[in-house]
């Protein structure tokens, strides 16, 4: 039991570590796109939401935390934690998808190669189910092609690099064998 138990945790720090690395990738997708539309914040700015200042420059990962805490706490929250809940859950949001593709590959890992093509568009429908019910996203239909083609691309370079680095992170190690 307990080698099934830590088994199931270091899959689960090497999902986190592939989720990391996939949201380090979408973000860089997102940089991309913001820098050709004339943006000009350096990356390190950028990527640390240095520009939120109160809750309104909050991204939508900003205003679930936002609301999140809210709820749990029955308080409104100064716009002081603007920028560090939109971190936060940014980026536990991308660790937590990869901890559960780790985890349920983990257990399927004949059909790995479908989960792996599921994680980012899951990822991404999963947003336009969620956020709507809190009032962070308006409802799928209302939002053009372009914008949900634009967040489900960046949520397939999510999906496919933590994929990868999933399936790398847990590639048996090369073994030296006695005689060569």
């Not at 999140?68 to 716009?79: A, M, P, Q, R, S």
């Not at 990822?123 to 009032?135: D, E, H, N, Q």
């Not at 634009?150 to 073994?175: I, N």
Request: without cysteine; glycine residues 10%.
């Amino acid at each position: 039991m307990r080698k099934r138990r830590n088994g199931a945790f270091r899959t689960g720090i090497r999902g986190a570590i592939a989720g990391a690395v996939g949201t380090a990738v979408m973000d860089l997708v997102w940089f991309t796109r913001f820098r050709r539309s004339g943006g000009k914040q350096g990356l390190a700015a950028w990527e640390t939401s240095q520009s939120v200042h109160k809750w309104e420059d909050a991204s939508d990962p900003g205003q679930v935390g936002r609301r999140l805490v809210e709820k749990v706490t029955g308080h409104e929250i100064g716009d002081s934690w603007a920028r560090p809940l939109t971190n936060i859950v940014h980026w536990t949001t991308g660790l937590a998808w990869g901890v559960q593709f780790g985890l349920l590959s983990r257990r399927s890992e004949h059909h790995r190669w479908v989960l792996s093509a599921l994680l980012g568009p899951t990822a991404w429908l999963v947003s336009y189910v969620i956020l709507p019910l809190i009032k962070v996203y308006k409802p799928i239909w209302k939002y053009d092609a372009r914008t949900l083609v634009k967040d489900f691309s960046a949520h397939l370079a999510y999906g496919s690099v933590t994929a990868t680095t999933s399936a790398a992170l847990t590639r048996p190690r090369f073994q030296a064998t006695s005689g060569q």
